[in-house]
Nanobody
Framework: QVQLVESGGGLVQAGGSLRLSCAAS????????MGWFRQAPGKEREFVAA????????GYVDSVKGRFTISRDNAKNTVYLQMNSLKPEDTAIYYC???????????????????WGQGTQVTVSS
């Protein structure tokens, strides 16, 4: 089992940047597909980005392509989400999640992720 703790959220003006981090406990971090999701008030949780165990495969929701970058450092048991050119519509609670199993086409599905962090708030002002 793995425990996930996000950090790095905050308030930023539109056009600014933030870097989220998600630190994982346990020795099995490198065996998990890792993802970032977000949930805005009154909306369902949505997929943002994911990467495979060694970071060679990536997936992004269309709305963040070219602005957000997911990366991981297995030596540090940490996954990151670099967010640039932030927009007010990016405002949400951001969650990291871990999924056992191989990288596959359903990396965007919340149902494949067994482990979730508590979330970190990102607020983008206009």
């Amino acid at each position: 089992q793995v425990q996930l703790v996000e950090s790095g959220g905050g308030l930023v003006q539109a056009g600014g940047s933030l870097r989220l981090s998600c630190a994982a406990s346990g020795r099995t971090f490198s065996t998990y597909v890792m993802g970032w999701f977000r949930q805005a008030p009154g909306k369902e949780r949505e997929f943002v980005a994911a990467c495979s165990q060694r970071g060679g495969n990536f997936g992004y929701v269309d709305s963040v392509k070219g602005r957000f970058t997911i990366s991981r450092d297995n030596a540090k048991n940490t996954v990151y989400l670099q967010m640039n050119s932030l927009k007010p519509e990016d405002t949400a609670i951001y969650y990291c999640a871990g999924s056992p199993g191989i990288w596959s086409g359903n990396y965007y599905s919340t149902s494949r992720y067994a482990y979730w962090g508590q979330g970190t708030q990102v607020t983008v002002s206009s």
